[in-house]
Structure formats: C-alpha cells, structure tokens
C-alpha cells in the first residue's frame, strides 16, 4: 500500500513540474503606423514552428508556451518579421513595420552598404510600387515614379524601355545608365528580368553615390535587389495577370473620297499653275474624272463611285493579348534562407506574327556554414523567344491607298496604276519568319568571412552569359524578295556574350557609442567577352524549310560570311569610407582607380574621387519645438566620374585582309585609331535636402545638380584626302544642370481608410559649352546628296545637343505678298498664293543655310509623374500619371502626311487647306508635282511632344484576413488595371513618346495575387 501511494506522489510531482514548465500568454499584434489590428498574422514558438497560433479579427492571439525562456515570432504577410522573449510577460503588444523598410541594405560591387550610409542623391521603389504597374519590363514600371529618371516605352514586344539618368552627360558615347542586379553590373537585356522577383530598385544619380562604381557609373546606376527568403514558416506566393491590348491611337487619316478629292485638287491647281488661263473646271471633268483620267486609275474610279474605302491596317493588326505568371517558394532559418521563382510570360502584339515569350527561374540562397562563413548565391536564367515581323508591315499598312482593294494578288501597293516597289504588300510580308531565341544565365556566388566581429571579407564571383540566335526567312512569295531577285532568302546569326566579373572587398562597420564607421577597400575585375557569326543564303528551290535548310541554297555566288570576336577588360581598385555622428552628421569619401582596355597604353588608367557630406538638423534640440518637422537632412557631394564607352579598339586603326586577283591586301574600316584617347571627366556637384513633416507623413526631396563634362568623347569626320573618314577623338566640353523634386505624402491613415499621394517633378537642361579649336559647329550632314544639312545631330556652341535646325515657317503666302517676294530667291522652290513661306533670316532676299534656325529641342523642359493611392477596408484605388512637357518630336509621317497631293496618304488635317476661298490658314494648298516647301522643311511639321498619360488606374480588392485563413490562405487580392488608357497631347502622330513605328497600346488586365 506504502508503495502504490509513494508511486501516485510520484507520478503528481512529474506532472505538476512539467506543467510549471508551460506557460500561457496573450498578446495583440498592430500595425506599427496606422495602429490598426493586423488579422491572420502567425504566431509560432521558434523552438517550433508547428506549434503556432493566427490573431483574430482583433489582432490578439492566445498561446502556450514552454516558459520564460521561449521565443516566438509573429509574421504576417507585408510586414517585417519580429521576434520576442516571452520573459515574465503575460500580455504582448507587438507592432509590425512594413516589410519595404526592412530592406535597409543594398548589395554594390561585391559589398553590402547601408541605404542610410547612402549620403548621396538616391531613390528607392519598393516592390509594392513595382507591382502597380502590370508589366514584364523593370523600366516600364520606373516610368515617373523617380526623379531625374526619363524612361520612353517601346511597345515592341520584347523591347526594352529606354532609361536616362539626369539627361544627357556626354555628346555620342554613354548616356544610359548601367543595372546592377544583386552586385552583378549588366549593361543590356533588362527585359529578360522579371519584377515580380524584385524586392528594390534603388536609382543612384550623382557621383557621390555612383562613384563607387568608376567610369562604370557616369550616367546613373539601378540597383536592383531581388527577393530573398526570410526567418520563418515557408510561404508561397502566386502573382499572375491577364491582358488585352488595342491601339492607344490611330492617326486620322483620310478615307477613300477625300483622298480622292483631295487629288483632284492637287492635279487641278497645278494645271491652273501651269496654264493660268485654262479651264479649271472642264480640265477636271474631261483630264480626271473621264474614261482617260490622267490621275486616277479604274480601281480607284470604281472605288470613289461605289463609295468604298480600304483599310489595310486593319487587315494586319489584331487585339493584343498578354498573360504573366510568377509563383515562388521562400522561407529560412537563422543559418539560411531560400527564394526560388518560376516565371511565364506571353504576349501577342498587335501586329499580326509579332510575339514575345519568355520562361524563367531563379534560385536566391544564402547559407551560415561556420558562424564565421556565409556563402550564397543569387542565380537566374531566362528563355526568351521574340517573334519578328518585317518592318514594313505596319509602316506600308498605315499608308495604303483607301482606294485599293485589299488582296495578296500584288507584290507591290500603288496609287493610279503605278506600283511603288517600296511599298511591299504587307499581306505578303506577313510570311516573313523572324526568330530570335536567346538563353541568359545570370549568377552572383558569393563566400563571406568574418574572422572576428564587425569585419567581412567577401568574394563574389559572377557571370552574366548570353547565347542569341537569330533566323530570319524572306519567302519567294514576297515583294522584297522579288526585288532583290533573291528567290528566298535565309539568314542565320549566332551571338555570345560572356560577362566574367570578380569582386574582392574586405569592410569594416563598427558602432561605439553614437559613432558609426564603416571603411570598405576592395578590387574589381571585369571581362566582357563578345562573338557573333552571321550567314546569308540565298537561292532555295522552294519555301517549305525556311532557314533550317541552308545546304539547300543554289545561289553559292551570292552567299555571305560575317564574324567577330572581342574582348573588353577593366580592373579597377577602390576604397570607401563612411561616417556617421548620432545619426545627425555624415561623411562619405569615394575613391576608385579604373584601367580600360578600351584606350591606349598610355591612357589606360583613371582616377575618379568623390565627397559627400550630409547633415540632420532635425536632430538638433532646438528643432524640438518645431512640431511639424519630423526630419531636414541637408546633403551636398562633389565627385568626379569617367566615361570609356567608346567604339571597340578606337585607340587603333584597324585593318582587314581582302582577297582579290589572286592577291592579298588589307582594307582599312575607315576609321584612324587615336593612341591619344583618354578618359572622358565629369565634375559633378549635388545639392540636395530631403525634408519630413508631421511625423513624416509628408516628405520631400529636392535635388539641385551641375555636371561638367570636359574632354568629350566624339567621331570626328576627317578630309577624305586623309585616307580615312573619321576618328575617335577628346573634344569638346558639355554643361548639364537640373533640379529634381519628390513629394510622398500620407494623407489619412486609420484603421479602415488610408490615402496616400506621390509626385515627381524633374527639370535637366544641356548646353555645349566647347568645340574642337574655335569651332561654333559641327554639321550632321547627309540627305540625297549626302551634303545636306540635317535637322537632328548638329552641334552649335551655346545650344543643347538635342537641338532642331531648320527653317522657321513664316506664314502661308497670300496674294498680297507677292509683289514683296517676286524678287527672292527660294532655291528653286515655288512660292505662290497658298504655300508655306519660311523666314528670311538673314533678309538678304536668298533663302539658303544661313536662314535655318534651332526651332525646338528633342528633350522636355520638365517631366515626372504623380498618382494617389486609395484603400477602404478591402478595397483599393491607384491611379498614376504620367508627364512630359516642353520637347518638339520629329515626325516624317507626319510631315508627309501634310505634304500629300493625293497620290500619297494623308491627313484629314488637310481639310482645312488653303484655296482661295478659305485663305486664314496655315495648312498650304494641294499641289502635284511642283516644288515647293513642305511640313518638313520648316518647323511648321516640328510635334508639340508634351503630354499627360493615365499610365496605370487600378481597382482592387484584397480579402479579408479571416476569409482567407479559412481558405488556407495569406493573402488574396483581385484586381483589374487600365494601363495607357487616356493621354492628352497635341502630337499629330501615333504617339508623343513611341513615336511612329510600332503602335503603342492601352490595356486592359485582370490580375491575381495569392499567398499561402
């Protein structure tokens, strides 16, 4: 009995010590601003993670515990993880910060620095701002939400959005930034990116923050920071959207009867021009209208009567269609973590046969062997596929003849009976095959050391290599291949590029006391190594092969051969410093020497230094008592930066051997080497503040910059008597000035209704301040003659690089002015009642080059975008806009729209012209066949560019956290998105920004977002 008792005590004891050891607390989870309950956050014992508990619809969670000693780790989707010691604590109050500010380091040549050590002109997007945009291209989703960043679209599919950082810093070589994607600096390719697996994109504008990178980083760098897993259960996520496309615009153009009209005008009135007592009227009837018209052919007769119009363009365009899917896996310990994604993207362009497709991957994992060893890798590779179609397709198209029937019967398109072999029927080139299928593995391995505290030695290895291939096939069925007497051409092109970077750095970041000091002394080696192989054959007995039979080619005589092979090098050293006092006072000192394979062996090397100084007032006491400032950091660098993006081997006159009569001799390529090259500088100063209010939900950045650039890098022509045509040579010096603003402001913020505003503003003017010797200009000359003045890329001393010569149109010519003009000389040209009269510059009577004008720059006065940002409860509202304002805009299909005399397409703009009862305008008279002036010899044609765009509106709805956690489920959010669906502009053409080649676009999308 003794016994059975003593068991039972026993038995109590071990139960009650073991409940003693658990322990059970409450706890309720906010958010950090807005002090709103964060539902469905996950709160897990981080011995163990399957012991683990969510928050209600209050944010508060109850869990036990095994005792004081425990951890647990709450984590909710959009929000830094946090980790806390249970301690004595019964209740916690826990609050969650957004996960975007979590991500305070940025990975730049190998090292990892601090954002806020960052005393330069930088400026960051999160994620959450990317995805705003649905789009498969990094640029596109930059598009006016950074200052002093211009980004123009391409609406080719598969094309990269150009990018511009602070305009233009050099005359011809190097004015677009480099990317640099987890340390590896890319210099192309940007679509092969995917920006659902990117977590920031931090732009870096002056030399304070580029010069890290040396001459690398003359023009601007893109950070770019891709998603890495974090400490906790393991998530995944699915991101995908669907979208339809159709024209943004389509030009007015003229239907088939005022086409027709319009001609009868032109022939009759230079009938009238010709014989200024003929019958206007009868010449019409009986020279136009009759069986034996002189300008109309009988398809078109046949058209006017029936009343009919051709559209051609309809008949090679469609509705657009692109889908993107993302899916990614992420999670961690705290000795690693892991990211993979999947990525699928397609899209159909509006052309018919043009398409984009594009399958990728990416593996991110970072791994603590030793508590002294890390090593990692960011890897992705990309599949992308563009299909091609021939250029000529929407070009031809757009201009058709409304008075021809559309049909695949001809080669050639035509007005009257004449067939214009220019003009290849779009039908037909439609069978043009264009392929170009490119393979592209992107990878950054890295080992981390740290021997003792605070100190890391790190090596990253990376590549960046790229395997393109390009087929193209010119059936015998078209118009090009009938007038090159091909009988079907193939072509095959293969090229390589291999990108070897290694960086070694050793840094030191210590903090004692309110001192910080971080030294960071590195090296930095790059090869780039490029090769392609081209081969065209022609001559096929039949089309069924395309390009994948070239030993079918009979045409051996006819077959060409084309490679090269180079190889670039740059080693670079550099060191930097960094030091911070209290967080209020700031110092950065820069310093990198680089050696360029791309200049002689006396100029090889380059130093590039920088300071930047930074100071917050607000830290001061007395700032205290002013309430609304929350933050005023004063900043001011000066730095100098290098350019060496110059022509391979420009150091060289370069010579190839050629074979002929049974002999050997060795062919220049026109260009006489400079063994003198050296080093492009640019001196840059930074002014910047960056200014809070009211708790910072109001900030503001303001940006001031003065780049002087010496020793420009440029092709100057040489006297033919020299042997060659040109050299690369130093000359010149460029002025570029801007001011850059950024306004983020939260509105509201409560628990139910947050409202929150953006806006940038970006203003950058250039100016050639230097010329070689004491030269004012340098002509871009060329045209039919190949000695015509051009309008674009001329350089005059004291105007932008940008600059438009021509003509200023003066008025149209009335009746009244003729006695005034009789006696002038117009080169040739008529003037009469109704035509475009220019100004004579000079009034010396002779209307020659020294009467042309710069009339308008290609680049805007200012720029930027500005949107809001909506969210009730579940529901969500973005919109954002786009701007530009102040740039003029070539457009030659514009211009020769205007200039049409109805044997040629036109614009209904030509409605309004003149005749002699309607004279108050100053759109000229329609006239066939005499020379005059026309749109584009005067600035008369020149677009007014400006415009404003709805880029992006979007409506969303996220479920609630309680829905969806009974769906298993995070995070679900549906949205659909308008992208490009309004813009207000006086362009003429298809559109201010893409121009008139490929059309732009709107879409419509529906999108998806989960996580689970």
Not at 122 to 143: D, H, R, Y
Not at 218 to 223: L, P, Q, R, S
Not at 523 to 544: H, L
């Amino acid at each position: 009995m003794k016994n059975q008792i003593l068991q039972v005590l026993l038995l109590w004891l071990v139960a009650t010590t073991a409940f003693a050891q658990t322990v059970t607390i409450k706890g309720r989870v906010t958010d950090k601003v807005t002090k709103a309950p964060v539902f469905g956050a996950s709160v897990a014992l981080k011995s163990d993670l399957s012991k683990a508990t969510i928050t209600n619809d209050t944010g508060e969670f109850t869990l036990t515990v095994s005792g004081p000693d425990a951890k647990v780790i709450i984590h909710s989707f959009g929000y830094q993880d946090v980790e806390v010691q249970v301690g004595n604590q019964t209740f916690l109050e826990v609050m969650l910060d957004e996960e975007a500010k979590g991500l305070d380091e940025i990975v730049v040549v190998g090292a990892v620095v601090r954002r806020e050590s960052l005393t330069g002109s930088v400026a960051t997007i999160n994620a959450a701002k990317i995805s705003q945009t649905p789009t498969n291209n990094i640029n596109q989703a930059l598009q006016g939400k950074v200052a002093g960043a211009y980004v123009v679209s391409n609406s080719q599919p598969g094309s990269d959005a150009s990018i511009k950082i602070r305009g233009n810093n050099s005359i011809q070589f190097g004015t677009n930034p480099i990317f640099v994607v987890d340390g590896v600096i890319i210099d192309g390719g940007f679509n092969t990116l995917n920006p659902d697996d990117i977590a920031s994109i931090d732009v870096l504008k002056d030399a304070a923050s580029t010069a890290i990178y040396g001459s690398r980083g003359a023009n601007g760098v893109v950070v770019v920071t891709t998603k890495k897993g974090r400490n906790g259960a393991g998530k995944v996520s699915y991101n995908a959207w669907f979208g339809v496309q159709s024209f943004s615009k389509k030009v007015d153009l003229m239907k088939g009867k005022d086409l027709f009209d319009l001609r009868v005008d032109a022939y009759a009135n230079a009938f009238i021009e010709k014989n200024p007592q003929g019958n206007r009227q009868q010449y019409i009837t009986d020279s136009l209208m009759g069986p034996n018209s002189l300008a109309f052919a009988q398809y078109e007769l046949d058209a006017y009567r029936q009343g009919k119009s051709y559209d051609w363009l309809d008949a090679v365009t469609r509705k657009g269609f692109q889908q993107n899917h993302t899916m990614n896996f992420s999670g961690g310990t705290e000795k690693g973590s892991y990211f993979l994604s999947f990525n699928y993207t397609d899209q159909k362009g509006i052309v018919q046969s043009s398409g984009y497709k594009r399958l990728g991957g990416r593996v991110n994992l970072e791994q603590a062997i030793k508590p002294w060893l890390k090593v990692g890798t960011n890897t992705s590779f990309t599949n992308s596929k563009d299909d091609y179609v021939d250029g000529s397709v929407f070009s031809v198209a757009a201009v058709a003849n409304p008075l021809l029937p559309v049909d695949t019967a001809s080669y050639y398109l035509k007005y009257g009976d004449i067939e214009n072999q220019d003009a290849y029927n779009p039908l037909r080139s439609l069978s043009i095959t264009g392929d170009n299928i490119s393979n592209r593995l992107l990878s950054a391995n890295y080992i981390n050391i740290s021997p003792i505290k605070d100190l890391n030695i790190r090596s990253t290895v990376s590549f960046d290599m790229t395997n393109q291939q390009t087929f193209w096939y010119t059936p015998m069925t078209t118009g090009q291949d009938r007038r090159n007497s091909n009988h079907g051409k193939a072509s095959q092109r293969k090229d390589v590029y291999n990108n070897l970077q290694w960086d070694n750095t050793i840094s030191y970041n210590k903090s004692f006391g309110p001192h910080y000091l971080s030294i960071l002394a590195g090296t930095s080696m790059q090869k780039n190594k490029y090769n392609y192989n081209q081969v065209d054959a022609f001559g096929f007995p039949n089309d069924d092969f395309g390009y994948k039979f070239l030993g079918g080619a009979y045409s051996k005589d006819k077959t060409s051969l084309s490679s090269d092979f180079i190889t670039t090098t740059l080693l670079s050293f550099l060191g930097r410093a960094d030091y911070s006092y209290n967080d209020k006072y700031f110092v950065t000192a820069t310093l990198r020497y680089d050696g360029s394979s791309r200049f002689g062996a006396n100029n090889k090397w380059g130093a590039f230094p920088s300071l930047a100084l930074a100071y917050d007032m607000s830290k001061e006491s007395f700032m205290s008592n002013l309430h609304p400032i929350s933050r005023l950091k004063w900043r001011v660098g000066y730095g100098i930066a290098g350019n060496q993006n110059i022509p391979n081997y420009a150091f060289a006159s370069l010579y190839r051997p050629n074979y002929t009569n049974n002999s050997v001799t060795y062919v220049s390529d026109g260009r006489l080497g400079n063994p003198n090259l050296h080093w492009e500088r640019q001196k840059q100063l930074n002014l910047g503040v960056d200014l809070g209010l009211f708790d910072s939900r109001l900030t503001i950045t303001a940006d001031y910059f003065n780049i002087n650039n010496d020793d420009l890098l440029m092709v100057k022509t040489l006297s033919t008597t020299t042997g060659f045509t040109n050299t690369v040579s130093n000359v010149g010096a460029l002025n570029n000035k801007g001011i850059e603003f950024a306004i983020n402001g939260a509105l509201i913020r409560k628990q139910d209704f947050q409202w929150n505003v953006n806006l940038t503003i970006s203003h950058d003017q250039n100016k050639v301040t230097a010329l070689y010797g004491d030269t004012k200009a340098i002509y871009n000359k060329g045209g039919y003659t190949g000695v015509e003045i051009q309008r674009t890329g001329n350089l005059f001393l004291g105007e932008s690089l940008n600059s438009v010569y021509s003509y200023k149109f003066d008025k149209i010519a009335q009746q009244s002015d003729m006695d005034r003009i009789k006696d002038m000389d117009f080169a040739g040209r008529t003037v009469h009642p109704g035509d475009i009269m220019p100004v004579d510059k000079d009034g010396n009577g002779v209307i020659n080059d020294d009467d042309r004008y710069v009339v308008g720059k290609l680049n805007p006065k200012f720029y930027g975008g500005f949107g809001t940002d909506v969210t009730y409860k579940g529901f969500g509202l973005n919109m954002f806009f786009n701007y530009s304002y102040g740039l003029k805009r070539l457009s030659g299909l514009y211009e020769g729209l205007m200039s049409s005399s109805g044997v040629s397409a036109a614009h209904e703009d030509l409605k309004d012209r003149w005749t002699p009862e309607h004279t108050n305008t100053n759109v000229p008279r329609a006239l066939y066949g005499i020379p005059r002036y026309s749109y584009g010899d005067t600035d008369l044609g020149l677009q007014n560019a400006s415009f404003l765009r709805l880029s992006t509106l979007t409506i969303s709805y996220t479920l609630p956290r309680k829905v969806a956690s009974m769906l298993r489920l995070e995070n679900t959010r549906f949205y659909v998105t308008g992208a490009n669906m309004l813009r207000f502009t006086k362009d003429r053409g298809y559109d201010p920004e893409t121009g008139d080649g490929y059309p732009n676009s709107k879409m419509l999308t529906a999108g998806l977002n989960l996580t689970f």
